[in-house]
């Protein structure tokens, strides 16, 4: 049974930051590109970041580039989202989503696996 498990959301003020931890498990988990995904109130679902399982290569969406990073510990079978000058529209569920094969990382369709999602609220 594959599971996705969100953590690391929260309130925080803006320009603060918060760190965001999916840990997996029931999958291969080095072969997955794991992705970052948002919903904002009243928004529809949008991408934030991937990263691919083998090459460990980045995907960000413009609006998060250069505040967000994410990264993997292929040992822990956990994603992260480092997210760093927050700003009030940063205000989202966040999901964590798992594809095998990777092909369009910015394309949630795509995703094979999907977390519970962790609120983040940024205030002003």
Known sequence: QVQLVESGGGLVQAGGSLRLSCATSGLTFSIYTMGWFRQGPGKEREFVAA??????????????????????DNAKNTVYLQMNSLKPEDTAVYYCAADVYGSTPRDGRKYNYWGQGTQVTVSS
């Open 51 to 72: 990263i691919r399982g083998t090459s460990s290569y980045t995907y960000y969406a413009d609006s998060v580039k250069g505040r967000f990073t994410i990264s993997r």
